[in-house]
C-alpha cells in the first residue's frame, strides 16, 4: 500500500508562485502521478500528470503554461509548480498515483494523498 503525502501549500497573492510536492512511501518508477484539486462547492478536477516514464505529460486547459509537473524517482517525490497563480486556483490539492499509467486524465489512479491547500488572494 502506497502512501502519498502532499506539502508545500500555502497562502499566495495572485501572480505569484508555489511549489507544492508529494513524496511517497515507496518507489514511485512504476507509476504515473497526477494532481488534482478541488475547489470550495466543487467536484475534484484533474490538473496535470506525467507517464510512469516520464515521457509524457497531460495539462488541464485551465492550467497549460502556467503549471509545471516535474518527478524525481530517486526521491519518490513529484512536484507541482505553479506560476501565475489566480485566484480560481484556490483549492485543495491532491497527488495520486496509477500503476503504469499514462498519467492522463482518463487513467484510474489506485493512491491518494490527503491534500494540501493553496489560498490565492486576490
Known amino acids: 500500500q502506497m502512501q502519498l503525502v502532499e506539502s508545500g501549500g500555502g497562502l499566495v497573492q495572485a501572480g505569484g508562485s508555489l511549489r507544492v510536492s508529494c513524496v511517497a512511501s515507496?518507489?514511485?518508477?512504476?507509476?504515473?502521478m497526477g494532481w488534482f484539486r478541488r475547489a470550495p462547492g466543487k467536484e475534484r478536477e484533474f490538473v496535470v500528470g506525467i507517464s510512469w516514464s516520464g515521457g509524457s505529460t497531460d495539462y488541464a486547459d485551465s492550467v497549460k503554461g502556467r503549471f509545471t509537473i516535474s518527478r524525481d524517482n530517486a526521491k519518490n517525490t513529484v512536484y507541482l509548480q505553479m506560476n501565475s497563480l489566480k485566484p480560481e486556483d484556490t483549492a485543495v490539492y491532491y497527488c495520486?498515483?496509477?500503476?503504469w499509467g499514462r498519467g492522463s486524465i482518463s487513467d484510474t489512479y489506485d493512491y491518494w494523498g490527503q491534500g494540501t491547500q493553496v489560498t490565492v488572494s486576490s
Open positions: 515507496s518507489r514511485i518508477n512504476a507509476y504515473a
Open positions: 495520486a498515483a496509477d500503476l
